[in-house]
């Protein structure tokens, strides 16, 4: 095949295909993003609706970083469980306990979705 006829080859099957032309999708406006991407902070409500029940890491203000299981999300802030060891009366060493805290939005730095690839 030439190089011209080729060229007309394209073309046709383009025209048989896409209708004549290029479809352009139309770029969605920053402001109706659906999601934080892949590692990015959690900056609205919803995005921290959606993740209950998954793990995240959060910085506090305090500068402590936590890794745990969002519980839930309000207006006020989220609740977090995690496995932390503490002292128990009458045991020699720390247990894993569970705990379960409350962190109001104003102690929050960043939340983001914790993904492990282990």
Request: charged share 35%; with cysteine; proline share 2%.
């Amino acid at each position: 095949m030439h190089l011209h006829a080729r060229q007309r080859y394209r073309a046709a099957h383009r025209q048989r295909h896409l209708g004549g032309h290029r479809r352009l999708r139309k770029a969605q406006p920053l402001d109706r993003t659906r999601s934080a991407g892949i590692g990015s902070e959690l900056k609205c409500l919803r995005q921290y609706r959606k993740l209950v029940g998954s793990t995240v890491e959060v910085l506090l203000t305090s500068g402590i970083k936590v890794l745990a299981k969002l519980d839930a999300a309000d207006d006020q802030g989220i609740t977090l469980s995690y496995e932390e060891k503490q002292a128990v009366e009458g045991k020699k060493r720390k247990q894993t306990v569970r705990v379960t805290r409350r962190y109001p939005f104003s102690e929050i730095k960043y939340t983001k979705e914790y993904l492990d690839f282990k």
